[in-house]
């Protein structure tokens, strides 16, 4: 069974199998087994010493003070924001890029840079507009 993808009216052919992908299930069985019993062994082995001062709330070895309910300033979410466009920026730039020789092979490279530059020149308007808007400016 194979999957046929079209890039500007040229066909590019890849087999595509469940089994192909086994490697990728079998690191994510073992991250998730480990996990789960590096977790049941800290709780069955680890020392169960409850007191008061370690049922406290801990923040960076200071006692809390005031309530948790505090407002932030709306400039943590822009950049908080800002910091996620350019993670899935990144996300999908690095597929794109492994593959870019392959679409060159089947002579597609140039549309297909072409999608890609349009939408970096997107983002780094977005990035110009905020910094002349000063998102980027903590006081």
Known sequence: MGLCLRYF?????????????????????????????????????????????????YESGMDPIGTARERYSVKFYL????????????????PW?????EFLAAGAGGGVM?????FVVVLAIGLLYDIKKGGLEFD
């Open 114 to 118: 072409a999608v890609v530059l349009v």
């Open 79 to 94: 950049v908080a924001m800002i910091f996620i466009v350019f993670d899935v920026e990144v996300v999908f730039l690095y």
């Open 97 to 101: 890029a492994v593959s870019f020789r």
């Open 9 to 57: 009216g040229t066909s590019i052919n890849a087999r595509v199998m469940l089994s192909d992908f086994f490697p990728l299930f079998l690191q994510l069985a073992i991250a998730a087994g480990l996990s789960f019993t590096l977790l049941k062994a800290a709780a069955l082995i680890g020392p169960k010493r409850h007191n008061i001062v370690k049922r406290k709330a």
